[in-house]
C-alpha cells in the first residue's frame, strides 16, 4: 500500500485527537474552584479517555498514546514521574482484554465495565504509591476518586464522541472520496 | 457495519510480536522512572522542569479569566459591605491601640527575660511572596503550583512556603518564573514537631487527605484537641516555631491534626529562604 503524504499527516493529527482533546478537557478542570473534591476530578478525562479511545478506536489509540497521557498526568497531578505512566498502561492493557472478550453495544454495559477497570487500576496506582512511599493511601479518598472518575464518565465520554464524529469520521470520508 | 482500519498498517505476525515487546519496554521505562525518582538522581528533576516549564504558563493562563472573575466577585461583595466593616475596623482600632501599649510592656519585659536566659533568635530570614496559580491535590499526591514573578532564580528546590497561618509546605521544583510545592499533607511530607503547650515533640506525617498523624509521641505526652502544634526544628531542616497543625482528635493508637489552611483557599504565599543543606565551603570542611 503506498501511503501518501497527506494521507500519513492525516494518520499523524487522527494520532493526535485522543490526547489532544483529553488534554483540553484537563486544562479546563484547572479553572481554580473552592472545592477539594474539584481535584479529584482531574484525573478523570485520562481514565475515561484511554478507556474510551482503547475500546472505540484502537487503530488510532495505540500503548504510546497511553504513555503519552500517563507522562502528562504525572505532570499535572505533581505524583512522581512513572507512576500514572505505569498505571494508564495498565488501564490499557484492561480496556484491550476487555474489547477482546465482550462485544460492548450498550452504553450502561460499556459504563459498568469501565468502572471495573478502573476500580482494578485504582488499586494497582495505589500499591504502587503505598509502596514507593511505605504509606498506605486512605481508602476513603480512593472511593471518592473512583466514584468520582465513574459518575463523570458519560459526560466525558460524550465529549469523545462529539470529538471523534467531528474529527476523526473526516478521514474516513476522505477514503470514500479516494475510493 | 465493521470500522476499517485505515490509518495504521494491519497487524500481522511480526507487528504484533514488536507491539508486545513495545509495550514491555514501557512498563520497563515506567518502573525505572519511579526508581529513577525514588533514588534522586536529578535526571528525573530535569525532565520535570521542563515539563512544568511548558505547562505551568499554559495553566496559568487558563486560570486567569476565572481568577479575574473571583476577585471581581469579592471587590463587589466587599463595596457591599464597606459600612460594617467600617464600624468592625473602628472597634478594632481601640482594641489595637490598649494592645499597643501592653505590647510595648512585654517587648520590654521579654528582653529583660531574653537576657537573663543567655535566649538568641533565630536569624532573620529573607522571603519573597508569590501567588498560587493551581492546587494540584487528590489521592495520590497534594501540591501547589506558585507564579515566582521576579526573583525567581534566588528560589531553590527545599525553601519553606508559609502563609499568614503556618506551614504550607517546601519548594519541591523551581522552572522559569514557577515553582512546585509539596505540602505537607503529601504523602511522603514529615515534619518534627512540639506541641506548643506542652512541648511534647512528634513527627507529623501526610496522607494526601486533610488530615495529619501524629507519631512517635511520647506515651505519657500531654496534648489536647485543639493544641497548635509548631515546628520543633530538630534536624535543622525547618525553624523552629513556625505553627504547623492544631491537634484535631486523640485516640487510643493515633493522634490526628488538621493543618492550618486550607489548599482551595489559599492564594498568596511566602517562601522563607531558609536552606538547610550546607554550602559547598561547609561541606568540605566537615569532609
Known amino acids: 500500500m503506498k501511503v501518501s503524504l497527506k494521507n500519513f499527516l492525516t494518520a499523524i493529527l487522527a494520532f493526535l485527537v485522543p490526547i489532544i482533546s483529553t488534554l483540553v478537557l484537563i486544562l479546563i478542570l484547572f479553572i481554580p474552584r473552592d472545592n477539594s473534591y474539584w481535584n479529584f476530578l482531574r484525573q478523570a478525562p485520562f481514565y475515561a479517555g484511554i478507556y474510551f479511545w482503547q475500546s472505540q478506536r484502537p487503530d488510532i489509540f495505540t500503548f504510546f498514546s497511553a504513555f503519552i497521557l500517563g507522562v502528562l498526568a504525572d505532570v499535572f497531578g505533581s505524583t512522581p514521574l512513572g507512576i500514572n505512566i505505569i498505571s494508564f498502561l495498565v488501564l490499557y492493557m484492561i480496556a484491550t482484554q476487555i474489547s477482546q472478550h465482550f462485544n460492548v453495544k450498550r452504553f450502561s454495559y460499556s459504563w459498568l465495565l469501565f468502572s471495573a477497570s478502573t476500580l482494578l487500576t485504582l488499586f494497582f496506582k495505589a500499591a504502587i504509591v503505598s509502596g514507593a512511599y511505605r504509606h498506605f493511601i486512605p481508602l476513603n479518598l480512593l472511593a471518592i476518586e473512583w466514584l468520582l472518575i465513574v459518575a463523570s464518565y458519560p459526560l466525558f465520554a460524550r465529549i469523545y464522541i462529539w470529538t471523534e464524529r467531528r474529527y476523526i469520521h473526516l478521514e474516513e470520508r476522505y477514503e470514500k472520496v479516494q475510493s | ?287
Open chain 2, 1 to 287: 457495519m465493521k470500522r476499517q482500519r485505515v490509518l495504521f498498517l494491519k497487524e500481522n505476525y511480526v507487528l504484533r510480536v514488536l507491539k508486545n515487546f513495545m509495550v514491555a519496554g514501557l512498563f520497563a521505562i515506567a518502573l525505572l522512572l519511579i526508581l529513577v525518582h525514588k533514588i534522586d538522581l536529578g535526571v528525573i528533576s530535569g525532565v520535570s522542569k521542563t515539563v512544568l516549564y511548558i505547562t505551568a504558563p499554559i495553566i496559568h493562563t487558563i486560570t486567569l479569566p476565572a481568577e479575574g472573575l473571583s476577585i471581581a466577585y469579592k471587590k463587589t461583595s466587599e463595596i457591599m459591605r464597606v459600612y460594617q466593616e467600617n464600624e468592625r475596623l473602628k472597634k478594632q482600632n481601640t482594641q489595637l491601640f490598649l494592645l499597643k501599649d501592653r505590647m510595648k510592656a512585654l517587648k520590654a519585659e521579654n528582653r529583660l527575660l531574653k537576657n537573663l536566659l543567655h535566649h538568641f533568635d533565630t536569624p532573620d530570614i529573607s522571603s519573597r511572596t508569590a501567588r498560587v496559580i493551581a492546587e494540584t491535590g487528590d489521592a495520590f499526591a497534594n501540591a501547589l503550583i506558585l507564579y515566582l514573578s521576579k526573583d525567581a532564580d534566588q528560589i531553590k528546590p527545599g525553601y519553606i512556603v508559609v502563609d499568614q497561618h503556618g506551614l504550607v509546605g517546601r519548594i519541591e521544583l523551581v522552572s522559569g518564573k514557577y515553582a512546585r510545592v509539596t505540602l505537607i499533607t503529601n504523602i511522603n511530607s514529615k515534619i518534627p514537631v512540639i506541641a506548643q503547650k506542652s512541648r511534647d515533640r512528634g513527627i507529623l506525617t501526610g496522607n494526601n487527605s486533610n488530615e495529619l498523624k501524629l507519631i512517635f509521641t511520647p506515651l505519657l505526652a500531654e496534648l489536647n484537641p485543639g493544641d497548635i502544634l509548631v515546628t520543633s526544628g530538630v534536624g535543622g531542616g525547618l525553624p523552629p516555631d513556625i505553627p504547623v497543625a492544631r491537634i484535631k482528635k486523640i485516640g487510643i493508637d493515633s493522634i490526628t491534626a488538621q493543618p492550618l489552611f486550607t489548599p482551595s483557599k489559599i492564594e498568596i504565599v511566602k517562601i522563607l529562604f531558609y536552606d538547610a543543606t550546607p554550602s559547598a565551603h561547609d561541606l568540605k570542611e566537615l569532609e
